[in-house]
C-alpha cells in the first residue's frame, strides 16, 4: 500500500510528459542529419561497424541503441521517433523525481513544466540525434553525485553514465572537469570510484579508438571541420550570431530567444546568489556553463545544439528558488506574482514554437508520412540487399535495400572534396567523381534523387543521370526515383 502514494506522482508526470512530447515527436518534421542516424543503426543492426565499415561523424553508441529497439519493435520513422520521445520523457521524468527529492514536489512540478515547455526540449531532444540519450546519462550521473551522501557505487554509476554520455556525443567530455571538482571534493575514494567508472563508461570508445585510430580521429573530430572553411573551430562572427539569436535577436532557427533568455537570467541570478553568499557555484549551473561552452566551440554552431543545456538550466533555477525564502509576506507575494509573470510568458513563447515543429515551415518533403511513402518505392522495386544509390541515406531506412558504398552520409561527396581522392576512399567517402561514375556506368538499378543539403560542390545528378539512361520511375514531392533503362 506504501508503495502508492510514491509511484502515482510520477506516473501522472510520465503521462503528461507523454502526453506532450510523444505526438510532436510524431508529428515533427525531419531534420535532414536524422537520415544518416538512422542508416548507422539500421547497417550496425545488420552487423557492419561504424568508422570500419562506413563513415559515421559521432561516436558509436547512438546506432547501437536504436539499432536494438529497432530489433525489439519494428525498423521505421515513427518508431525510432518514439524512442526518442521516450527518452525524452524519461528525462523529464529523472528532472521531476530529483526535483522532489532535494525541493519539494511544488518546485518539482514547476521545474518539470519549465522543461516540457522548452521549445528546444521538444523541438530537438524528440528527434533521432545524440541529444536526447547523452542528456539522460548525463543527467542521471549528476543526480547519482548530487543525492545526499552518495556512497562509492553511487560515484561508481555516475562515472559509467557519464562515460556512456560521452560515448554518445563526444562535446560531453566538457562536463568531465565539474564533475572531477565534486568527486575531489567529495574524497579521494569518490574521485576514484568516479574515474573508474568514467574508464569502464568509455571502454565502448575505447575499443573502436584501437582498433582503428586514424578513422576513429577522422569521423569524430576532422569530418567535422571540413563542415566549414574556418576549420573546426572559427568564425567567430557565427557564433556571435548563434548567441545572439538564443537571447531572441535575429533569426531564431525555431528557437524562441527570449524563451532561453529567461533561463539564462535565472543562471546568472543563481551564480550571483552564489558568489554573495559565498558558497560554490553548484554543479548543475558547472555543467551547463561547460557545455554551453563547448557547444558553442563546433563550426558552424547551431542554437539546436544547446537543448542539453535546458535541465541543467532549470535545476540551477529551482536551486535560486529553494535558497529564496523571505520572511516579509508583502515580499513574499511580490517575488510570487513575478516567477508567475516568467513562467506564464515562457510557456506562451513555448506554444509559438509548437505548430512550427508539428507542421512547421518546412516543404512537404520533410514529412515521415512523405519520406516512407520514398521508402515503399524503394521497397517495391528491389531485392534484398540490393544497392541503390541515394543522395540522401534517409530514404533507404525502413527498406532492405542496402546503400551505394560511400553514401552512408549524404555530406560524403561534399567532405571529400576537401581531401584527396586517397583519404576519402580511406575514410569510406564517395567523391563527387565516384557518384557520378556509378551512375553513367549504370551500376545500380535506382538512384534516388534528392538534396537535402545544397553546401556546394555537388555531383552533377542529372547530367550523370541522363549520360547513364536512367528513366523516372515515380515522383514523391520533389523526390524523383529512377530506375535504370530496360530494367
Given at each position: 500500500?506504501?508503495?502508492?502514494?510514491?509511484?502515482?506522482?510520477?506516473?501522472?508526470?510520465?503521462?503528461?510528459?507523454?502526453?506532450?512530447?510523444?505526438?510532436?515527436?510524431?508529428?515533427?518534421?525531419?531534420?535532414?542529419?536524422?537520415?544518416?542516424?538512422?542508416?548507422?543503426?539500421?547497417?550496425?543492426?545488420?552487423?557492419?561497424?561504424?568508422?570500419?565499415?562506413?563513415?559515421?561523424?559521432?561516436?558509436?553508441?547512438?546506432?547501437?541503441?536504436?539499432?536494438?529497439?529497432?530489433?525489439?519493435?519494428?525498423?521505421?520513422?515513427?518508431?525510432?521517433?518514439?524512442?526518442?520521445?521516450?527518452?525524452?520523457?524519461?528525462?523529464?521524468?529523472?528532472?521531476y523525481a530529483y526535483a522532489a527529492r532535494r525541493f519539494g514536489p511544488r518546485l518539482a512540478l514547476l521545474g518539470t513544466a519549465l522543461y516540457a515547455s522548452s521549445s528546444l526540449v521538444f523541438g530537438w531532444l524528440?528527434?533521432?540525434?545524440?541529444?536526447?540519450?547523452?542528456?539522460?546519462?548525463?543527467?542521471?550521473?549528476?543526480?547519482?553525485?548530487?543525492?545526499?551522501?552518495?556512497?562509492?557505487?553511487?560515484?561508481?554509476?555516475?562515472?559509467?553514465?557519464?562515460?556512456?554520455?560521452?560515448?554518445?556525443?563526444?562535446?560531453?567530455?566538457?562536463?568531465?572537469?565539474?564533475?572531477?571538482?565534486?568527486?575531489?571534493?567529495?574524497?579521494?575514494?569518490?574521485?576514484?570510484?568516479?574515474?573508474?567508472?568514467?574508464?569502464?563508461?568509455?571502454?565502448?570508445?575505447?575499443?573502436?579508438?584501437?582498433?582503428?585510430?586514424?578513422?576513429?580521429?577522422?569521423?569524430?573530430?576532422?569530418?567535422?571541420?571540413?563542415?566549414?572553411?574556418?576549420?573546426?573551430?572559427?568564425?567567430?562572427?557565427?557564433?556571435?550570431?548563434?548567441?545572439?539569436?538564443?537571447?531572441?535577436?535575429?533569426?531564431?532557427?525555431?528557437?524562441?530567444?527570449?524563451?532561453?533568455?529567461?533561463?539564462?537570467?535565472?543562471?546568472?541570478?543563481?551564480?550571483?546568489?552564489?558568489?554573495?553568499?559565498?558558497?560554490?557555484?553548484?554543479?548543475?549551473?558547472?555543467?551547463?556553463?561547460?557545455?554551453?561552452?563547448?557547444?558553442?566551440?563546433?563550426?558552424?554552431?547551431?542554437?539546436?545544439?544547446?537543448?542539453?543545456?535546458?535541465?541543467?538550466?532549470?535545476?540551477?533555477?529551482?536551486?535560486?528558488?529553494?535558497?529564496?525564502?523571505?520572511?516579509?509576506?508583502?515580499?513574499?507575494?511580490?517575488?510570487?506574482?513575478?516567477?508567475?509573470?516568467?513562467?506564464?510568458?515562457?510557456?506562451?513563447?513555448?506554444?509559438?514554437?509548437?505548430?512550427?515543429?508539428?507542421?512547421?515551415?518546412?516543404?512537404?518533403?520533410?514529412?515521415?508520412?512523405?519520406?516512407?511513402?520514398?521508402?515503399?518505392?524503394?521497397?517495391?522495386?528491389?531485392?534484398?540487399?540490393?544497392?541503390?544509390?541515394?543522395?540522401?541515406?534517409?530514404?533507404?531506412?525502413?527498406?532492405?535495400?542496402?546503400?551505394?558504398?560511400?553514401?552512408?552520409?549524404?555530406?560524403?561527396?561534399?567532405?571529400?572534396?576537401?581531401?584527396?581522392?586517397?583519404?576519402?576512399?580511406?575514410?569510406?567517402?564517395?567523391?563527387?567523381?565516384?557518384?557520378?561514375?556509378?551512375?553513367?556506368?549504370?551500376?545500380?538499378?535506382?538512384?534516388?534523387?534528392?538534396?537535402?543539403?545544397?553546401?556546394?560542390?555537388?555531383?552533377?545528378?542529372?547530367?550523370?543521370?541522363?549520360?547513364?539512361?536512367?528513366?523516372?520511375?515515380?515522383?514523391?514531392?520533389?523526390?524523383?526515383?529512377?530506375?535504370?533503362?530496360?530494367?
Amino acid at each position: 500500500m506504501a508503495v502508492f502514494p510514491v509511484a502515482w506522482p510520477l506516473a501522472a508526470v510520465s503521462s503528461a510528459l507523454a502526453a506532450v512530447l510523444v505526438p510532436l515527436a510524431l508529428l515533427r518534421s525531419i531534420d535532414g542529419d536524422e537520415g544518416s542516424y538512422l542508416l548507422a543503426a539500421k547497417l550496425v543492426g545488420e552487423g557492419e561497424l561504424p568508422y570500419r565499415d562506413f563513415v559515421y561523424p559521432q561516436m558509436p553508441l547512438l546506432p547501437y541503441v536504436y539499432a536494438g529497439w529497432s530489433a525489439l519493435t519494428t525498423e521505421g520513422w515513427y518508431a525510432a521517433r518514439l524512442l526518442s520521445a521516450l527518452l525524452a520523457v524519461g528525462l523529464g521524468v529523472s528532472l521531476y523525481a530529483y526535483a522532489a527529492r532535494r525541493f519539494g514536489p511544488r518546485l518539482a512540478l514547476l521545474g518539470t513544466a519549465l522543461y516540457a515547455s522548452s521549445s528546444l526540449v521538444f523541438g530537438w531532444l524528440t528527434v533521432v540525434k545524440t541529444y536526447a540519450l547523452s542528456t539522460l546519462l548525463l543527467f542521471a550521473a549528476y543526480a547519482l553525485v548530487t543525492r545526499e551522501r552518495p556512497g562509492r557505487l553511487a560515484w561508481a554509476a555516475a562515472g559509467i553514465a557519464l562515460g556512456l554520455a560521452i560515448d554518445t556525443r563526444l562535446l560531453f567530455a566538457a562536463a568531465v572537469p565539474a564533475f572531477a571538482w565534486a568527486g575531489w571534493h567529495a574524497g579521494r575514494r569518490a574521485a576514484a570510484m568516479l574515474a573508474a567508472g568514467l574508464l569502464a563508461g568509455l571502454v565502448p570508445a575505447l575499443v573502436f579508438l584501437a582498433a582503428d585510430p586514424d578513422r576513429f580521429l577522422w569521423d569524430n573530430l576532422e569530418a567535422q571541420g571540413t563542415r566549414s572553411s574556418s576549420g573546426l573551430v572559427g568564425d567567430v562572427p557565427q557564433k556571435a550570431r548563434v548567441a545572439a539569436n538564443l537571447l531572441g535577436f535575429g533569426d531564431t532557427d525555431g528557437v524562441v530567444g527570449p524563451q532561453f533568455l529567461l533561463l539564462a537570467i535565472a543562471a546568472g541570478a543563481a551564480t550571483f546568489a552564489a558568489l554573495l553568499l559565498r558558497r560554490r557555484l553548484p554543479l548543475s549551473l558547472a555543467i551547463a556553463f561547460l557545455l554551453g561552452g563547448a557547444s558553442l566551440l563546433p563550426t558552424p554552431t547551431y542554437p539546436q545544439y544547446f537543448c542539453v543545456t535546458v535541465p541543467f538550466l532549470v535545476v540551477s533555477l529551482l536551486e535560486l528558488l529553494e535558497r529564496v525564502r523571505p520572511g516579509d509576506r508583502e515580499l513574499r507575494i511580490a517575488l510570487t506574482g513575478l516567477l508567475a509573470c516568467g513562467v506564464g510568458a515562457y510557456v506562451l513563447l513555448a506554444a509559438i514554437d509548437v505548430h512550427h515543429y508539428a507542421r512547421g515551415s518546412r516543404p512537404l518533403d520533410a514529412r515521415i508520412a512523405t519520406v516512407e511513402r520514398v521508402a515503399s518505392v524503394v521497397q517495391a522495386n528491389t531485392r534484398t540487399g540490393e544497392r541503390v544509390l541515394a543522395s540522401w541515406p534517409g530514404y533507404l531506412f525502413g527498406t532492405h535495400a542496402r546503400p551505394y558504398p560511400g553514401l552512408e552520409n549524404d555530406f560524403s561527396p561534399r567532405n571529400a572534396s576537401t581531401i584527396s581522392p586517397e583519404e576519402a576512399h580511406r575514410y569510406r567517402l564517395a567523391t563527387i567523381a565516384d557518384v557520378e561514375r556509378a551512375i553513367r556506368a549504370r551500376r545500380t538499378r535506382l538512384v534516388v534523387f534528392r538534396l537535402w543539403q545544397t553546401l556546394p560542390p555537388q555531383p552533377d545528378w542529372q547530367g550523370a543521370l541522363r549520360a547513364g539512361r536512367y528513366r523516372l520511375l515515380e515522383r514523391v514531392g520533389t523526390a524523383s526515383i529512377y530506375v535504370r533503362s530496360g530494367a
